[in-house]
């Protein structure tokens, strides 16, 4: 997880910005940032504080990703058929390919550090500067450079049918860690097995994370709320595999939803394409759209410093152009290229090139077509890796 490098950097003020919270809504001022978190809002500049005129652009809560496997992002987007009714067949299929693609073979041969670099910087691109991975917890995870937050406590089973020991994992994380499993990947009888197996064997509760959930009936979808179970919604990487996907809008009604790009081996780019394909669902409002991915997401992943715009929170933070009528109109439409800058710790990382103030030293990139500018610590590990990320070059 990203450290507090920050100390010496004076407090940094934003004003005229208008300043999203999913809870409270939008308020316009004056955003100030200190020792990397949020020190106060519509508070007067103090003498020595660096102060950036936003003109009215939105600052959000940096997006929470809460589904990514994060050393699967270099991998095509692969399947055999063109639906599955169980994601088991496609896993099955996918591990026999394991060996003897050539294209998996070479994604597999890349270092695992700089895979998981790479989708760091995915995620940053898109705004989200928390990350729930669903796997082991990797060194270069924990590492205080890492371009986005990871989640650092929870417990995880891949599936029931991949994890039969899902129970103790269960049983092993702490009751205040989000534990997380895929669950009812499927549209088959086999997924709506699912739920009543996991809840049998004491493994569903309110801190049970459930992963895709296509399959679960509306009594099963039911019955996670009564627990306050939560749901990972992660629509393309559904409609990928099996043309279908999750009920979502009991699990947001309860505040019991967030969303996960999932990787790239069956979902979209990242996650701001995934909000594009939620919003096209129709499925829960645009302003529920934005708690799924802040507030929502930071209770249900136990991430308590993020998520909010709230005195003491992390400076974690994405600011979106002027031109949007609100922040919830623009997910959903947005591209990476789109944002103007994303914040983590109270430091820009990736910005327009107006933002040049606030990063010293910043390497000028080309992301889709528009030029940006990145810090220079991210720009010289991705220039020393041969990984590279589809659409960022630097110049
Ligand atoms: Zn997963």
Redesign the pocket.
């Known amino acids: 997880m990203i450290g507090e490098w920050i100390r010496n950097v004076p407090p940094l003020c934003f004003e005229n910005a208008r300043i999203v919270d999913a809870e409270r809504g939008e308020t316009r001022g004056t955003l100030r940032i200190a020792r990397g978190r949020i020190d106060g809002m519509n508070v007067k500049p103090q003498r020595g504080d660096t102060r950036f005129d936003l003109r009215d652009a939105l600052v959000l809560p940096g997006l929470m990703n809460a ?1 990514d ?1 994060l050393e699967l992002n270099n991998f095509p987007r692969w399947k055999n058929r063109s639906c599955y009714t169980n994601a088991r067949e496609w896993a099955m299929e996918g591990n026999a390919r394991l060996d003897g693609d050539a294209e998996i073979v070479r994604a597999r041969a890349v270092p695992l550090k700089e895979r998981l670099f790479n989708s760091g910087l995915k995620n940053l691109l898109s705004g989200a500067t928390t990350v729930a991975h ?1 796997n082991p917890r990797h060194a270069p995870l924990r590492e205080k450079h890492f371009p986005v937050r990871v989640v650092a406590r929870y417990g995880w089973s ?1 599936s029931l049918y991949l994890a039969p020991e899902f129970a103790r994992a269960y049983r092993k994380t702490p009751r205040d860690a989000p534990y997380m499993i ?1 669950l009812a990947e499927g549209t088959d009888a086999d997924a709506q097995r699912e739920l009543p197996q996991l809840d049998a064997a004491g493994a569903l509760r309110d801190n049970t994370v459930l ?1 895709h959930g296509v399959g679960l009936t509306q009594a099963q979808r039911a019955r996670a709320i009564e627990t306050r179970a939560a749901l990972v919604w992660c629509p393309s990487s559904n409609f990928f595999l099996l043309n279908e996907t999750a009920r979502v809008r009991d699990f947001s009604d309860a505040r019991l939803l967030a969303i996960g790009s ?1 990787s790239r081996l069956t979902g979209e780019r990242d996650l701001l394409d995934e909000l594009r394909v939620a919003r096209a669902t129709h499925q829960i409002s645009d302003d529920a759209l934005l708690r799924a991915v802040t507030s929502d997401a930071a209770r249900i992943l136990r991430v308590r410093d993020v998520g909010r715009m709230e005195r003491g929170m992390r400076a974690d933070l994405v600011i979106l152009p002027n031109t949007f009528r609100s922040a919830a109109d623009a997910l959903g439409k947005i591209s990476r290229a789109d944002l103007c800058a994303v914040i983590v710790n109270g430091q820009v990382r990736v910005a327009d090139s107006e933002f040049e103030a606030l990063m010293p030293n910043a390497a000028r990139i080309r992301c889709d077509e528009r030029e940006k500018i990145l810090a220079r610590d991210l720009a010289e590990r991705y220039a020393q890796f041969t990984l590279r990320e589809a659409g960022l070059e630097l110049l």
Request: aromatic share 0%; glycine share 0%.
């Open positions: 589904h496997h669903h891949h895929h992963i999932d």
